[in-house]
């Protein structure tokens, strides 16, 4: 069965770490590129991170030096280290994947094959 499956957010006071994963299943991981994207309340959904099959890697500007993405594709996993974590970082973040064989990849979500439902990470005192 074909899935994105993310675990890994709760809440946390600022300043704050989690680590956020996200497994795959049914599809070959290792030729796509993983992506985490984010929606905070009210706003649209952006892109924060992304990491291609050769595990080059991307980040939007507001989460560069806070943010690491990583990959695992002997566990079929992508991992996003979110650290000095602040409010505005409050938002249900969710992985996608992408079939490419590019080197680079980008944060945008114009050719995502699937989408993950979703992890709720709460930046709160």
């Known amino acids: 069965q074909l899935q994105l499956v993310e675990s890994g957010g709760g809440l946390v006071q600022p300043g704050g770490s989690l680590r956020l994963s996200c497994t795959a299943s049914?599809?070959?991981?290792?030729?796509?590129?993983m992506k985490w994207f984010r929606q905070a309340p009210g706003k649209e959904r952006e892109g924060v991170s992304c990491?291609?099959?050769?595990?080059?890697?991307n980040y939007v500007g507001s989460v560069k030096g806070r943010f690491t993405i990583s990959r695992d594709n002997a566990k079929n996993t992508v991992y996003l280290q979110v650290n000095s974590l602040a409010p505005e970082d409050t938002a249900v973040y969710y992985c996608a994947a992408e079939y490419s064989s590019n080197y680079y990849c980008t944060v945008g979500d114009d050719d995502i094959n699937y989408w993950g439902k979703g992890t709720l990470v709460t930046v709160s005192s």
């Open positions: 049914g599809f070959t991981f290792a030729n796509y590129a």
């Open positions: 990491i291609s099959r050769h595990g080059s890697t």
